[in-house]
């Protein structure tokens, strides 16, 4: 998947832009996720910062929600985990 920029709604409202890096499904497809970034770096190495939010169509829209649950970040590491090893 190439670089594409997105337009991303937060649970506030709020618009910015980003750089799609992925997107995962649930394994019983009841859940999106979208891998971003906003083009910040960070420690030593220059790593580039991802974002990883849930995907709510709302209608209308898609909008992002932060994810809270431990749980659902245990099943977003293996779809992750499944990415990284299919390479």
């Known amino acids: 998947m190439e670089n594409e920029m ?3 709604v937060d649970g506030n ?3 910015f832009d980003a750089t799609l890096v992925t ?6 497809y009841l859940n999106k996720y979208i891998v971003y970034s906003k083009g910040e770096r960070t ?3 220059n790593d580039e910062v991802i974002y990883i939010s849930k995907l709510l169509n709302t209608g209308d829209n898609l909008q992002i929600q932060e994810i809270v649950d431990n749980d659902e970040w ?3 590491q293996l779809l992750l985990k499944k990415i990284a090893n299919a390479n």
């Not at 997107?23 to 019983?28: G, H, R």
Request: charged share 15%.
């Open 6 to 8: 997105i337009t991303v």
């Open 13 to 15: 409202g709020v618009k």
């Open 23 to 28: 997107y995962l499904v649930s394994d019983d």
């Open 43 to 45: 420690g030593a190495n």
């Open 74 to 76: 245990l099943n977003v």
